[in-house]
């Protein structure tokens, strides 16, 4: 269901747009490549006197990961389209490569604003970055359960318990994990 209708007219102003894709390699390990855009509007006058025109991307990087199967890093490489301060910007893509060794699902967040905040990194660069353990987790979905399946795993998925949908009293975990379902505790009335 889309948002509902502003309740006002409105001007566009700025767009940014983030894609992310995995992909399964021959070698046995994944890839995940995030892209993130932005442009504005309207046009617009840089430091340079030049004109940045509307619906030109003033902001255009990628960043590739390759993962194993535990969700390490084994390879992180970062490329630029565009950056508003050109080789200013694009000087920090070598950086990006340690992010190998970092695993997606230990304190990943975390290890990325250490090593790379502020001065350090680029803002948009690391920000694209946090969104790779989620897509990494969607990626080896399907893998995981067929691996848990096979070996007979019986641990509770480590999804319940990780939002308001997979709490153990709700409802997808009545209908979907029903061996880990909790009947909901009733809150006493005060009287």
Request: aromatic letters at 10%; hydrophobic letters at 35%.
């Amino acid at each position: 269901m889309p948002l509902p209708p502003p309740d006002t007219a409105r001007e566009p102003l700025h767009t940014r747009s983030i894609r992310v894709n995995s992909f399964a390699r021959d070698d046995g390990l994944w890839d995940i490549e995030a892209e993130l855009i932005d442009f504005k509007a309207y046009d617009y006058s840089k430091h340079s006197g030049a004109i940045q025109r509307a619906g030109v991307p003033f902001h255009h990087m990628h960043l590739r990961i390759t993962i194993d199967e535990q969700f390490t890093i084994v390879k992180a490489v970062a490329a630029y389209d565009a950056a508003p301060y050109n080789q200013n910007c694009t000087a920090i893509t070598p950086d990006y490569g340690q992010l190998a060794g970092m695993n997606l699902l230990r304190n990943f967040r975390n290890a990325v604003k250490e090593r790379f905040g502020r001065v350090a990194g680029c803002t948009h660069l690391t920000e694209l970055s946090f969104v790779l353990p989620t897509v990494a987790v969607q990626t080896m979905a399907n893998q995981r359960h067929q691996k848990r399946k096979e070996v007979g795993d019986t641990r509770r998925p480590f999804q319940l318990e990780g939002c308001h949908a997979l709490r153990l009293d709700g409802e997808v975990a009545r209908e979907y994990y029903p061996q880990w379902y909790v009947t909901p505790k009733v809150k006493a009335k005060c009287v």
